[in-house]
């Protein structure tokens, strides 16, 4: 089954998805799909989250996990029994450990084989550019996406009593 953020953002089942958008998008995001909660979440963050505070307080269905290391993230994608997993790229974690952001896109990959994956950063920096490139899918937002604007009444009323001409 698909899990849709957003019409432009669909993870499907088994694959390990990267999200670069404004951290008020992913946010808004969460917020609009409570219904996620249907299905075992789990949200992994790094030294400090900037979307943990700002999610609806109805969103109670969420697992949360801390990973202070780029190997304490490892050890929790290998223990992941979850259908749905968020991490939020944290990059204080590289500073130690730059070298091992490309066998982290590894780890999530093979996580990826049991769950959805996805992994959200508010933008582009060296280890996000490593940690892609094992990405089934990349979705790049620069001003976050747009919801399709809907007809206003008055403009709709207007519309039906147009007339077209007649074909010759």
Known sequence: MDFELHPTVTLRPHTFNALVAP???FIEMLNRKLDLQRFSVLYVCGNYSGILSRLDRRFT???LRRAFTVFQLMTVLEEAH???IFIEHDPLIYEDAAEMAWYLSKAMRETAHEASVLLY???IDPFIEDLVGGADRVFYFQDGPRVV???Q???YSKMKNQTTLGSF
Do not use: F, I, M, Q
């Open 121 to 123: 950063a508010p933008g």
């Open 61 to 63: 269905g969420l697992e």
């Open 149 to 151: 604007p809907k007809l």
């Open 23 to 25: 951290r008020e998008a």
């Open 82 to 84: 979850h259908s749905l």
């Open 153 to 155: 009444a008055k403009v």
